[in-house]
């Protein structure tokens, strides 16, 4: 077996796992990336994305809307802006994320106005990875 590592991610609203995992495949804002014991100090922003972790007990996948990962040669945590198991995101929730990201858009600087279109477009790859529309 894999050698495993401590794994959490945490939001604002609550604690969604704690668990040991043998690899967590990360939506790093520079590109996405997979962590695993023994992994260099790492910290990394996040962008919208789909979280994998797996486990002894299988894979468990779970959305972040951004956020900030710690990587170290003993565990992973994710501090996610807005997290949630997969199977818990619906359209109405999506659609929120859409709504939300399309008005930081429409409000954004000239500086910011890429890196939003480009948080846009993570979004709706979530939802067409998740079987949702991204009504943009």
Known sequence: MADMMKFDLVS???????TEASAVQIPGADGDFTAMASHAPTIATLRPGI????????????????GFAEVTPEGTSLLAERAMPASEVTQEIIDDFIATAVSARENATPEMLDQLSKQVGDIA?????????ANT
């Open 12 to 18: 604002p609203e609550r604690r969604l796992t704690s």
């Open 125 to 133: 790859f979530v939802a067409a990875e998740l079987g949702l529309q």
């Open 51 to 66: 979280v994998v972790v797996q486990g002894a007990s299988g894979e468990e996948k779970f959305v972040v809307t951004g």
